[in-house]
């Protein structure tokens, strides 16, 4: 089955700094790769999600890149805000090909956003 | 507006006792999905359901179980089997593509004394 790694684990960034959070998968026939965000005491947001036909994705301040020969993707946050600071989690499934659009999620990075 | 409601959102159970938790979307989606996630663990996958009357066991099936007799419905009861329950539970839903990704429900926290 697949197997998602996701590094660092905790990250503490300045206010206005970028944050980088890095994922890698196992599984060469996952085809969607989202990014939650989980606020505490609260279910998991989607803010991003890219496909494997693309190699990069942008939303104002967050894109992503996916790297299919390396089976990495990352999730980059510029200009870091103090509400940005969360659990982020990383994902990876095959939902295109009747995979059973199941996801297998990273271990998540505490993010902190300091004045 | 459209959800996912996870209830209750703390929960208390003896040891020994059965529990079940509630979850009801209201997207109209097809899949629904139970996760329970723990400290450094990410979330791990206890059952899915891709359709009515059918679901199927994820990676740590073990003293859980479900049933999905409606499109809107995914409960969960957590058996007297399951060696350590205490965890927070996540529901979610998602067409039957998947295209879109996961809704979550806000979780319930169980607690087992």
């Known amino acids: 089955g697949e197997n998602v790694e996701q590094h660092p684990s905790t990250l503490s960034v300045q206010e206005g700094d970028s944050a980088v959070i890095k994922c890698t998968y196992s599984d060469s026939a996952s085809n969607y790769f989202p990014w939650y965000k989980q606020e505490l005491g609260k279910g998991p947001q989607l803010i991003i999600d890219?496909?494997?036909?693309?190699g990069e994705k942008k939303d104002q301040r967050i894109a992503v890149t996916l790297n299919k020969t390396a089976k990495h993707f990352s999730l980059h946050i510029t200009e870091t805000q103090p509400e940005d600071s969360a659990v982020y989690f990383c994902a990876a499934g095959d939902i295109l090909t009747g995979g059973g659009n199941k996801l297998t999620f990273g271990t998540g990075t505490q993010l902190k956003v300091e004045l | 507006d459209g959800g996912i409601t996870q209830s209750p959102k703390y929960l208390f159970r003896k040891e020994g006792q059965n529990v079940t938790l509630s979850c009801e979307q209201n997207l109209n989606h097809d899949a629904m999905y139970w996760y329970r996630q723990d400290p450094g663990q990410g979330l791990r996958l206890i059952y899915y359901?891709?359709?009515?009357?059918?679901?199927q066991k994820g990676d740590i099936a073990e003293g859980y179980s479900v049933s999905r007799e409606k499109k809107e419905s995914f409960p969960l009861t957590v058996t007297s089997a399951q060696k350590n329950p205490t965890a927070f539970y996540l529901c979610a839903s998602s067409i039957a593509s998947g295209l879109y990704g996961y809704t979550f429900g806000s979780g319930t926290r169980l607690t087992v004394v």
């Open positions: 359901s891709q359709i009515v009357n059918d679901f």
């Open positions: 890219i496909r494997s036909n693309v």
